[in-house]
């Protein structure tokens, strides 16, 4: 589980960094391949209008794994890399809490069923919930 203690505001932007570094098992290179894959396009046929739009979430997840940590600010200079971070893992704080105590659901993004909706969204947002698994 991600932890939360203590919270985010209260961390440095290096400390931001080590936590999200830690809490991420994916490559932006994977996070590309996956972007570019039948997962994350059905995913995106399948996902309703509340959702974030497109490949944002991808996007994001793919700058901050490429900015190294003393580049981190929390500065509205067009990629505020604090506030990123922090919505990421508030969002996969939540996914993983969901998985944990309810599974990976029954929503198949494809005949193969070798993918769930759930995962693909954690995916997106740069964990893998199952390591195990080859899905590029």
Known sequence: MIPSDPPYDELTPEELYERFEAAVNVTAEELREFQDSLYNERYLESNSEQAQPGDEPLED?????ETPADEWRDLDDGFNEVEEAEELLDFQRRTQGQI???GLGENYLTDERDMTKREAASIRWAIDPDEEREWL
């Open 61 to 65: 997840a793919i700058e901050l794994l």
């Open 100 to 102: 944990k105590s309810q």
